[in-house]
């Protein structure tokens, strides 16, 4: 019994030391990665205590640790509010009207951009469509404001040939397909890079042996460029599956008005709006807060786990 439990202490202590071998060797490693993990922790991991005021009723005198139990009332509240049940229904909506409309475009591109032989006329198209990344939301949405509002380009140019005005920003059911276009053509050349990136670590070979054996453009895009990037697509899937309920709060917040409030006032606009007029109630609002983080972690377990279904290698 004794050689036994020797034997696994010495297992468990060559373990550490090779572990320990592995990160001293690759040290440097470590050290650039310290940043990033030093953000983390201060920024992500660290304010997380913050969701305890879910359960609680802020007191600013005692602090959120002193701040009395209240247990899931701040829940019961928050659903039953009718405004905030209408953000976070606008939030999934939004969220997966983004993932059907959006996510498939860049890869779209990234393939297309990969057939042109050129390098040079390669890198202009990247950079015409990686340039609107960018421009601020805040920036953005004043030029969507001059174009499209009541008094704006679109509408004088339409008086001009004799129709009515169109108000797209307050018209409820134009404004999401307004959200999804503008976050298409601003963010279509930035999300391409990265698949632009795997097709690029191809072997130059397979393509010259699909030339040898006849097939044309669209073959080499289904039998050699999709199976090359196809993991890549999984991965990113998962995490744009995982951020699906942050929406773009900074598109929505620079483009909707209160006539559109019913389609696209989002959580985080929500929350915002009620902050600055309820600001004293925090734990309502990290209720809500906390109800959107927990559904984006089923989101991204649900997402890994259909992505192993079809046979790729998920984040765990």
Same mark, same amino acid.
């Given at each position: 019994?004794?050689?036994?439990?020797?034997?696994?202490?010495?297992?468990?202590?060559?373990?550490?030391?090779?572990?320990?071998?592995?990160?001293?060797?690759?040290?440097?490693?470590?050290?650039?990665?310290?940043?990033?993990?030093?953000?983390?922790?201060?920024?992500?991991?660290?304010?997380?205590?913050?969701?305890?005021?879910?359960?609680?009723?802020?007191?600013?005198?005692?602090?959120?640790?002193?701040?009395?139990?209240?247990?899931?009332?701040?829940?019961?509240?928050?659903?039953?509010?009718?405004?905030?049940?209408?953000?976070?229904?606008?939030?999934?909506?939004?969220?997966?009207?983004?993932? /059907? =409309?959006? +996510? &498939?475009?860049? !890869?779209?591109?990234?393939? $297309?951009?990969?057939? *042109?032989?050129?390098?040079?006329?390669?890198?202009?198209?990247?950079? /015409? =469509?990686? +340039? &609107?990344?960018? !421009?601020?939301?805040?920036? $953005?949405?004043?030029? *969507?404001?001059?174009?499209?509002?009541?008094?704006?380009?679109?509408?004088?140019?339409?008086?001009?040939?004799?129709?009515?005005?169109?108000?797209?920003?307050?018209?409820?059911?134009?404004?999401?397909?307004?959200?999804?276009?503008?976050?298409?053509?601003?963010?279509?050349?930035?999300?391409?890079?990265?698949?632009?990136?795997?097709?690029?670590?191809?072997?130059?070979?397979?393509?010259?042996?699909?030339?040898?054996?006849?097939?044309?453009?669209?073959?080499?895009?289904?039998?050699?460029?999709?199976?090359?990037?196809?993991?890549?697509?999984?991965?990113?899937?998962?995490?744009?599956?995982?951020?699906?309920?942050?929406?773009?709060?900074?598109?929505?917040?620079?483009?909707?008005?209160?006539?559109?409030?019913?389609?696209?006032?989002?959580?985080?606009?929500?929350?915002?709006?009620?902050?600055?007029?309820?600001?004293?109630?925090?734990?309502?609002?990290?209720?809500?807060?906390?109800?959107?983080?927990?559904?984006?972690?089923?989101?991204?377990?649900?997402?890994?786990?259909?992505?192993?279904?079809?046979?790729?290698?998920?984040?765990?």
């Amino acid at each position: 019994m004794e050689t036994t439990t020797n034997l696994v202490e010495h297992r468990q202590v060559r373990k550490r030391s090779n572990l320990w071998d592995r990160i001293t060797y690759h040290k440097y490693f470590y050290l650039m990665l310290l940043p990033i993990i030093t953000w983390y922790v201060i920024f992500c991991y660290i304010p997380m205590y913050g969701l305890s005021l879910a359960f609680k009723t802020y007191d600013f005198s005692k602090g959120i640790t002193g701040s009395p139990w209240i247990g899931i009332q701040n829940f019961r509240d928050i659903l039953n509010d009718s405004q905030y049940v209408n953000s976070l229904m606008n939030t999934i909506i939004i969220s997966f009207g983004k993932l /059907i =409309f959006h +996510f &498939p475009v860049p !890869i779209l591109l990234a393939l $297309l951009i990969n057939q *042109i032989a050129r390098q040079k006329l390669k890198k202009i198209y990247q950079t /015409i =469509f990686t +340039f &609107p990344h960018f !421009i601020s939301w805040v920036v $953005l949405g004043g030029i *969507i404001t001059n174009i499209l509002g009541s008094q704006g380009v679109f509408n004088q140019i339409m008086g001009l040939f004799g129709f009515e005005s169109m108000s797209i920003l307050t018209d409820p059911a134009l404004f999401r397909p307004l959200i999804y276009i503008t976050h298409i053509w601003k963010e279509i050349g930035w999300d391409s890079i990265i698949y632009l990136a795997a097709l690029a670590g191809i072997n130059p070979e397979l393509y010259e042996a699909a030339d040898m054996d006849g097939a044309n453009g669209l073959q080499k895009v289904l039998h050699v460029s999709w199976p090359g990037i196809k993991s890549t697509v999984a991965i990113l899937f998962i995490l744009t599956v995982g951020l699906m309920m942050n929406v773009s709060f900074d598109q929505i917040y620079n483009l909707y008005s209160a006539p559109v409030y019913i389609v696209g006032d989002t959580v985080d606009t929500y929350i915002l709006r009620t902050t600055m007029s309820v600001g004293s109630n925090f734990g309502l609002l990290a209720a809500a807060g906390f109800i959107k983080s927990v559904a984006s972690m089923f989101l991204l377990l649900f997402a890994n786990y259909v992505v192993k279904k079809f046979g790729e290698q998920g984040l765990f």
